[in-house]
């Protein structure tokens, strides 16, 4: 059932992945790196032989670039065994700008965004990976315009590529040309503007040319993102972050401006306090937070039905979020008082009512979501490979059955629930001192003297067992390792931090794996990868490569546990 | 000028070791080749590339294990020993309270240095000798003064020793002591034009803080009542009996950290 949905869907879990009964014959990886990154990283090196080209845009070589070169010993790095001159896969490798040697915006999981500048030039060729897909793309849309034998050609012949002619960053209307270009490079700015968003040449409610700021506001009829088809937005959260010179700071802060329109330029570095001084931090000032500089989400729960905030017990003095004051506007408009900008809320006599929790239907914070089948707390199911054979917290389904399993079945098959050939629990995780895949952090050596080796973490009860002390090498062996003969070695950490589970009365043990590690850079070792399932829930395909079952011995020589 | 003191309060230390990669920035230090010894812990020990390191120790058992954190460097003595020790006079104390080793043309030349005969794969210097601390630490009896990296090798044949010199240099290169970072908040711009240690301005929770001799040790006993007073009775201040520029706040004894005193 899974593979069927599987092999139709090109979506996170297997777009990475493609092989040769798929449709995919290209594959282009922009800083992602899935040959360590991604579970079941041996079947992903070895399917990355199925592709006819690969991009790969990096600041190193990584292991995905590098997979197909000789390995020393007859074989190749990514696939052992398999002689490189087999590989028809063409690869490039296109030098990438780091953060640091280019402009733009980036977004916190606070949702603020901030500008960020460019510092140096980067080396060599290399160039910022707006301007690569800048020339791809014209030179996509060109090759499609000219000749249009391709697949659905209309979207990419008619593709519009860069904003309306706009005003300039000095405020001069009609004087940028089309395109994102500016004195023959792809232009952050502009790109800023088209996510934005603007008045088109049709709008009867603005200036053409002009960017809409947010989607509703104080000034909703004039300047806002409109529903006629004759306003632009690449996307309407970020719509107010970047609008035109001499615009307020933020739209509901006519205190201050911004010079060239750019929000996520906005620095000030004091807390914005309105009413009578309240202060909890916000920093409404520094940068610009989606959806309209809204720092809380849903702030309306921040008041009683007064619309004020109870100032003292139960909540501290001067930290309160906002006050709507006798008849507050609320939910159109700012608060009266307050350092933020309110998310719902009405108060009585103000209006309809309207409640905070403006995505729930009934407007009020839930424990549980009504109307599930589950009833008020979610079914528990059991990782997609679990040690137990009957679900401990109910008699139902021992694993979710809506799994989303790669569209090859070996990537994700299970062994068995319960199979005594792996009794062990397993997880992966990161270090403080790598980054994700490793190419940013294993090539540096200071880092690589902190953590040079991937290294499994077990605990001494379990080292007891298996004669393991501290720093031996070990081998751990999953569904996978077996299928594709590599099993993960790596140095042993015999750590307290570890202690078995005791699960249906039985004794489980569990290991922990370090995943940044790969073929390529300056610190070198087997990822945690090639252990894990490629299995994704079912809403997004999200992973579950962080529970497993496994085994571990000494290597060599050592047994494995029964 | 009035001397300074750096407080290092375990308590608040995460094993983070961006201190370790701070100062081996500024002092333009090479990396050590290492490898995963079943510790976090690494390089293993402090050398002539690595002035400080921390160092890591589990404590306790299932269900009390506390995994602790001790930034080894120079404790920075007030009354320097191995000043005293060193044949060439090139170990200089500045008003600060600051110890630091010479690299200048009358600087350390440790290949003209005698060396006691007491460790025959690696003879101490005097300065080593003289170290009040060369068996504070369960990893090493060296001194605090290294010449060679953990694996036995000098960074050239004429390299000098080298330990923590409290950034000193850093107020020589005309930045201003300034307002610690992590008090205001502040941070633009404040990393790159304090004066103060490489470590304290990485150190993201605080852990490592200077100031004043006076308020740094009010700060240390007043954080010591603090932890007593909150389930940890053995809190100390480290070293005890001696006084240096460098204190600590050990949660612990110190025997858990495998440290002694003088």
């Keep these: 059932m899974t593979a069927w949905t599987a092999a139709s869907n090109q979506g996170p879990l297997n777009i990475d992945v493609p092989n040769k009964d798929q449709y995919i014959d290209g594959l282009m990886c922009w800083g992602q ?132 002619p706009g005003i300039d960053a000095h405020g001069a209307n009609g004087a940028s ?24 040449p049709t709008s009867t409610t603005g200036t053409p040319g002009y960017r809409v700021d947010g ?134 006599g103000g209006g309809a009512p309207r409640y905070p929790f403006i995505m729930q239907t009934e407007g009020h914070g839930h424990l549980f979501g009504p109307g599930r089948e589950d009833g008020p707390f979610p079914e528990h199911y059991e990782p997609w490979e679990t040690v137990v054979t009957a679900n401990p917290l109910g008699t139902g389904t021992l694993t979710s059955p809506t799994n989303f399993g790669h569209a090859r079945p070996e990537a ?71 299928l594709y003969g590599k099993r993960m070695q790596a140095v042993a950490c015999v750590t307290r931090r570890f202690t078995p589970y005791t699960i249906n009365s039985s004794t489980v043990h569990h290991i922990g794996a370090i995943w940044h590690f790969g073929y390529t850079g300056l610190a070198t070792g087997h990822s945690a990868n090639l252990l894990t399932p490629h299995i994704g829930d079912a809403n997004t395909g999200i992973p579950e490569s962080k529970a497993f079952i496994c085994n571990i011995r000494k290597y060599p020589g050592g047994s494995f546990l029964v | 000028m009035a001397k300074k003191m750096m407080l290092i309060d375990t308590s608040k230390c995460i094993g983070c070791r961006s201190c370790q990669i701070a100062c081996q920035q500024w002092h333009k230090l090479p990396a050590e080749d290492t490898s995963f010894t079943g510790t976090y812990q690494n390089p293993p020990d402090l050398s002539v590339a690595n ?21 080894d460097q120079c404790r920075h003595c007030d009354d320097p020993p191995c000043k005293l020790a ?84 850093r107020w020589t290169a005309n930045l201003k002591w300034g307002p610690n970072p992590l008090k205001t908040g502040l941070y633009n711009g404040v990393f790159a034009k304090s004066a103060r240690p490489a470590c304290e301005v990485a150190c993201p929770t605080g852990a490592i803080t200077t100031g004043g001799v006076n308020a740094k040790r009010d700060e240390a006993l007043q954080k010591v009542d603090y932890l007593r007073a909150n389930g940890y009775l053995d809190a100390n201040m480290y070293p005890a009996g001696w006084p240096t520029h460098v204190i600590w706040v050990l949660q612990y004894r110190v025997a858990v950290y495998g440290l002694a005193q003088k």
């Design chain 2, 86 to 169: 060193c044949p060439k006079n090139a170990i200089g104390r500045n008003k600060k309270g600051f110890v630091y080793i010479k690299w200048g043309k009358k600087g350390c030349k440790p290949w003209r240095c005698p060396t006691a005969a007491t460790a025959a794969d690696w003879p101490k210097k005097p300065c080593q000798l003289q170290c009040p601390f060369q068996t504070a630490t369960q990893w090493s009896a060296l001194g605090m003064p290294r010449v060679k990296k953990n694996d036995g090798t000098q960074l050239s044949s004429k390299g000098r020793m080298n330990k923590c010199d409290f950034c000193y240099d």
């Design chain 1, 177 to 200: 040309p089309l395109g994102y270009e500016t004195a023959g490079h792809a232009d952050p700015h502009k790109v800023g503007w088209e996510i934005n968003g603007y008045f088109c």
């Design chain 1, 215 to 348: 989607f509703w506001g104080p000034n909703a009829a004039l300047t806002t993102l409109q529903e006629d088809g004759k306003t632009s937005s690449g996307n309407w959260l970020y719509c107010s972050h970047y609008v035109n010179p001499g615009d307020p700071i933020n739209s509901f802060d006519a205190s201050a401006t911004t010079p060239n329109g750019n929000r996520q330029e906005n620095r000030v570095p004091v807390e914005k306090v309105r009413g009578d001084g309240n202060y909890i931090g916000l920093y409404s000032n520094w940068s610009i937070c989606w959806p309209l500089n809204r720092r809380i989400i849903y702030n309306g729960a921040s008041v009683y039905q007064t619309g004020h905030p109870m100032v003292g017990q139960p909540l501290a003095p001067h930290k309160w979020v906002l006050d709507f004051g006798v008849g507050g506007t609320g939910g159109t408009g700012p608060a009266t008082n307050g350092s933020d900008v309110s998310d719902g809320f009405t108060a009585p």
């Design chain 1, 33 to 164: 790196n899935p040959a360590v990154g991604g579970a079941s990283a041996d079947f992903e090196r070895r399917t990355l032989a199925n592709l006819k080209w690969l991009v790969c845009v990096d600041l190193w070589e990584t292991e995905t670039a590098a997979f197909w070169k000789p390995d020393g010993v007859g074989g190749s790095l990514g696939i052992p065994g398999r002689d490189p001159a087999t590989i028809a896969t063409e690869v490039y490798l296109l030098p990438a700008a780091a953060s640091y040697e280019k402009e733009g915006s980036v977004v916190n999981s606070g949702r603020w965004s901030q500008w960020r500048y460019k510092a140096l030039d980067p080396p060599g060729d290399a160039v910022d990976d707006l301007e690569i897909i800048n020339r791809l793309a014209k030179k996509l849309i060109s090759l499609y315009q000219a000749d249009t034998p391709g697949y659905l050609p209309d979207p990419v012949a008619n593709l519009h590529w860069g904003p309306y």
């Design chain 1, 412 to 482: 994700y098959e299970h062994p068995g629930h319960g199979n005594p050939d792996f009794p062990i629990v397993g997880t992966t995780y990161r270090l403080t001192e790598h980054w994700q895949a490793g190419q940013m952090t294993r090539n540096n050596p200071w880092l690589c003297q902190l953590m040079p080796e991937a290294f499994v973490e077990l605990s001494e009860e379990l080292a007891g067992l298996l004669g393991i002390s501290n720093g031996d090498t070990v081998e751990v062996k999953t569904q996978r390792t077996e």
């Design chain 2, 51 to 71: 002035l400080t390191v921390v160092k890591f120790t589990e404590v306790g058992n299932n269900g009390d294990l506390r995994w602790v954190f001790f930034k």
